[in-house]
């Protein structure tokens, strides 16, 4: 940490004019970043409110010195510096706090859709008649979010310790899958086939022995064949559930390739449902970013590429061009370079703005560990440098950020007035 940003004073001794640092992760503020220069008394009120003992500020990047404890005299500030209207400080504030609660918002359905899915699995496992029911109404529940009038973005979020790993890879494919069909324009009863389907697309893994499923090397020849009856047994699954035949149709088509290179059939382009079409390119994403094995983890980046470069005749035309557009030039979960050199990595799309997207970046201290949250779209003079892929972001870097965890996907709204809560 440099000198400068060593300084401490009492949450009594801030004013206006302070460059400070909320040394908090950032769902625990209301602020839209961990550093910044305080404008206004709300912030001032705020930060108090937080409860901290102290408060670490820059005084170089500072406008004037903090209040003198016990005094009453008002600190001096520069008058050249430019205070912001009552309107700015009203827009300022209230971007800040609609990220903030965007980024909550989008963490907490996320952990609600997951622990029912974790219920469903079990009441799939043990043959219970109520798993239609509870799939539907997850399901239902998630497109009614989806549809909700405004830009749809794709968030990055911490996950559910307690999912495994192919419910954590359903609820991805769920999410993804949904917000292409939305971009497609697809109708209410469509999309709820296609969450069904891409939710328990890969169900009949439930029924593959453990050792095949979890094996860190290549498959041999009869492994291989174990883990494709997969599409079998959830075909099954899906008919005993009694879902809707086309639900059935997807899940028995989601690793049919375009070109005709897929399995179980080998179906060509023209005999393969338009919905599993999306599914099995959302399903090839997800598994080159979260595979089995971390060694060979890509960046949301490099597997877009990946499928674009090498892939693309597996692949819907469309559908692969739209994704790769809902998913913006650096997918959530992309590292990134900024132009300050700084490394961060992308949490969520902005749809207006691909180039500017929201980013977790590392505070230049290693023993805070905490980071900011930089909105791209307000901090005209940072950009995006460079995207990397992970052999070139330094150890310690990927260790702070613990980029050899999975990605998990989420969404939210860009209206966020007309966003309620979803009662999964």
């Keep these: 940490m440099k000198d400068s940003e060593n300084h401490f004073i009492s949450p009594e001794q801030l004013c206006i004019g302070l460059y400070v640092y909320i040394d908090l992760p950032w769902w625990s503020h209301p602020f839209a970043l961990n550093r910044f220069k305080i404008k206004h008394q709300t912030q001032i009120s705020e930060i108090q409110n937080l409860g901290l003992d102290r408060i670490r500020y820059n005084p170089e990047n500072s406008d004037t010195s903090p209040i003198t404890p ?8 520069n008058p050249s510096i430019e205070l912001e209207t009552a309107q700015q400080i009203a827009t300022r504030s209230l971007h800040e706090h609609q990220t903030g609660f965007a980024l909550l918002d989008c963490e907490k359905q996320y952990l609600q859709a997951s622990h029912k899915l974790r219920n469903i699995i079990g009441l799939i496992r043990s043959n219970s008649p109520e798993v239609t029911l509870e799939a539907e109404s997850l399901v239902n ?7 909700l009038e405004g830009d749809t973005n794709l968030q990055m979020v911490n996950g559910d ?3 495994d790993d192919l419910s954590c890879h359903m609820l991805n494919v769920l999410v993804l899958s949904l917000v292409v069909a939305k971009a497609l324009k697809l109708s209410k009863k469509e999309m709820q086939h296609l969450g069904l389907a891409a939710l328990f697309h890969d169900i009949g893994k439930i029924d593959v022995p453990n050792a095949v499923i979890m094996k860190e090397g290549p498959l041999n020849r009869t492994e ?3 883990l494709k009856q997969h599409v079998e047994y959830g075909t099954k699954i899906s008919r005993s559930c009694g879902f809707d035949d086309r639900v059935t149709k997807l899940i028995s088509q989601h690793h049919e390739n375009y070109d005709g290179s897929g399995y179980p ?8 449902d338009p919905l599993a079409r999306i599914i099995s390119m959302v399903n090839a994403y997800d598994n080159l970013c979260n595979p089995s094995s971390n060694q060979k983890k890509m960046t949301p980046y490099g597997a877009l590429s990946q499928m674009f470069t090498h892939d693309r005749k597996k692949f819907d035309p469309v559908v692969l061009n739209l994704f790769i557009k809902k998913l913006g030039i650096y997918p959530p979960g ?25 980013v977790k970046v590392q505070n230049d201290s290693l023993k ?12 005209k003079n940072t950009e995006i440098k460079d995207c990397l892929l992970i052999d070139q972001l330094p150890s310690e870097i990927a260790e702070n950020f613990q980029y050899g965890n999975k990605h998990n996907y989420y969404f939210r709204t860009s209206s966020l007035s007309k966003r309620v809560p979803a009662q999964l």
């Design 334 to 358: 992309s590292i990134v370079m900024l132009t300050d050199n700084s490394y961060g990595i992308v949490i969520s799309v902005n749809s207006k703005q691909l180039l500017r997207p929201l």
């Design 265 to 272: 059939t080998g179906l060509s382009y023209a005999k393969i």
């Design 70 to 77: 016990d005094s009453n005299q008002p600190p001096h500030i």
């Design 161 to 163: 310790h307690l999912a």
């Design 141 to 147: 529940n998630i497109v009614d979010q989806v549809l």
């Design 224 to 226: 291989e064949y174990i």
């Design 368 to 379: 805070f560990v905490s980071y900011d949250i930089l909105d791209l779209s307000e901090n």
